[in-house]
């Protein structure tokens, strides 16, 4: 069995047409004394939103981290914060970030 700890899934239409995808990694972390995964990013099409879609890929990650033995996992969001409180997850920290330059 190959075992990675990447996660890329495609949610598709019938027709093969990519409405949705969600990456996600699963590392260490001493803070967890053990593996945590997290979502990189997920992304669904305006025009399939509140369709079952963001649900469906989210339920895949939570099988495949548990699937690593995560200790949990989690995200960064600025819009969807209901969505993810109404699947259970909670507020755990505020996202900082810092924008780096280009290497000379």
């Known amino acids: 069995m190959n075992e990675t700890n990447a996660l890329l899934i495609l949610a598709e239409t019938s027709h093969h047409d990519v409405i949705g995808y969600l ?33 469906e890929l989210m339920s895949h990650a939570e099988h495949w981290a548990i699937s690593r033995r995560a200790a949990y996992l989690a995200l960064a969001t600025r819009r969807a914060g209901g969505f993810y409180r109404a699947l259970g997850y909670q507020d755990s920290a505020i996202f900082f970030r810092k924008v780096l330059p280009s290497p000379s």
């Open 23 to 55: 990456l996600a990694f699963c590392h260490t972390t001493f803070l967890a004394n053990g593996p945590i995964a997290w979502i990189e990013e997920i992304m669904i099409a305006e025009h399939v939103r509140r369709g079952g879609v963001g649900r």
